[in-house]
């Protein structure tokens, strides 16, 4: 390869691993965004199951304590949900990151 071809070739290599840097730099902060926003999901769930169930253990009847379990199981749902969303998030990530 000539200088002047060995240049240019330099100069789209340099562009190409300048464009995966940003590539690399958008995915990182969009996972990011994706798994604060999952967090925030899971933590919504979490807490009206611990205040469903204390509430249930202060009424202290058994309709009660029927409801708030009806009520916390449908509260983990939601987490598995969120927790499944997140595994796949980091997933994609790792394998972008192979890629």
């Known amino acids: 390869m000539s200088g002047g071809w060995r240049s240019v070739h330099n100069l789209k290599e340099a562009a190409g ?22 967090l925030h999901e899971l933590s919504q769930p979490v807490t009206a199951m611990m ?7 202060m009424q202290g009847d058994d309709a009660s304590m029927r409801e708030a379990i009806d009520n916390a199981l449908r509260e983990c749902v939601r987490v598995v949900g969120s ?8 997933e994609e990530a790792r394998k972008e990151r192979l890629s």
Do not use: G, P, Y
Not at 18 to 32: F, G, H, L, V
Not at 83 to 90: A, K, T
């Open 17 to 38: 691993r300048s464009m995966t840097a940003e590539r690399t730099k958008e995915m990182q902060d969009s996972m990011i965004a994706n798994v604060r926003e999952e």
């Open 51 to 57: 205040c469903l169930l204390e509430l249930a253990k």
């Open 83 to 90: 927790v499944r969303r997140v595994r796949l998030v980091l």
